[in-house]
């Protein structure tokens, strides 16, 4: 089978025939119908965020289970899935206390490349090839952990339901579960990519009033208008975001804003347009050894919360066919967000479409 393998940092992926070992006990094998393209892969391409090489990466997907090991119970083969990039162990602190997005051994996996038991299920020539968030979804199959998988119900399309996998759970579950904005609110969004224009629509889903957009491509924020901006502001062409923002909210800053880039400058930023007494969330996320700079004075004379999602704090089995039912109930919108659609064979294309800026959401498409 064919897969994209990353070997060097800064280098294309290479479309290889690679092996795939049998489903272990707990584990399952997906054949692979849809992999989003999504900036944190873009980011492992580049070496912002370091996993062990060679590597295939993808962990925005959707498919369908073609083989399970022993004792797994959640799937059956056949069964449509979506690819959760945070395959919780279900019995550490955190997942015991209903926060699987922070479960240890989902994080161990970020960085060891595997599954849980140490090891890979995907080779190359004997040498082994590791994966990315124990999902590797740029390939024609991939074995995974039997939480790395979410059933799904069968009417959604694969390209629709694959970005539910990252872009629309992180940007929803920031708003709706992190941040749990309330209607009637203002709502501040810096970058507006594929997780951005999706916190978008989920604050205007809840009801915010005013929701700001700032990006610093012109279609980005076109597209935002799309999703529900009220207001936008093109960061190309200011360094000054507070003055309109005040403008816009009588003066006091917004009651949220979430930073979905991953930059120190903008996360700042963020923490500087909410109101007193308001929440900046971040969502983005920067390389592991930067740091951000905020005034010590204000955290007690203005107690604004800073705060972070990862996977907007999902608990994928609930929330995903949640965010489903409301794309066929029409009242979220994924078919705006795919911008385009390419082969296996073509995914250095749609990686250079990200970097460009142009992109939202690029599918890889396995037919
Ligand atoms: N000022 C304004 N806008 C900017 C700036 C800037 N200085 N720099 C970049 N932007 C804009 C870009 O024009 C673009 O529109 C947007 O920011 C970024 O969007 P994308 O499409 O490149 O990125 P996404 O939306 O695919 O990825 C979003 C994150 C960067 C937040 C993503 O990598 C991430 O961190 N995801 C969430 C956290 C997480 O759970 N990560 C692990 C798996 S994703
Ligand atoms: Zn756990
Ligand atoms: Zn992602």
Known sequence: MKAAVLREYGEPLQISEVQLAEPGPGEVRVKVKAAGVCHSD?????????????????????????????????????????????????????CDSGRPDMCDTAFDLQVTGTLPDGTTRFSCDSEEVYYFSATSCMAEMTVVP???VIPIRRDVPFDRAALVGCAVMTGYGAVVKTAQVKPGSSVVVIGCGGVGLN?????????AETIIAIDRVGAKLAKAQQFGATHVIDASQTDD???????????????????VIGRPETIAQAYGLVRKAGMAVVVGVAPPHEEVSINAFSLPSQTKILTGTWYG???????????????????????????????????????????????????????
């Open 199 to 207: 916190v978008i629509q989920a604050a205007k889903l809840v009801g």
């Open 241 to 259: 975001p507070f003055t309109p923002v005040l403008e816009w909210t009588e003066g006091r800053g917004a009651d949220y804003a979430f930073e």
């Open 313 to 367: 704090q999902a608990v994928p089995e609930v929330d995903i066919p949640l965010i489903l039912d409301l794309y066929m109930e029409g009242k979220l919108d994924l078919d705006a967000l795919i911008t385009g659609s390419y082969s296996l064979d073509q995914i250095n294309d749609a990686f250079a479409a990200l970097r460009s800026g142009q992109a939202v959401r690029s599918i890889i498409r396995f037919d």
């Open 146 to 148: 039997e939480s790395g």
């Open 42 to 94: 873009l980011s492992v391409l580049g070496g912002n965020l370091p996993i062990p090489l060679p590597a295939i990466p993808g962990h925005e997907g959707s498919g369908v289970v073609d083989a399970v090991g022993e004792g797994v119970t959640r799937v059956q083969v056949g069964d449509h899935v979506v690819f959760n990039w945070v395959a919780s162990c279900g019995h550490c602190y955190y």
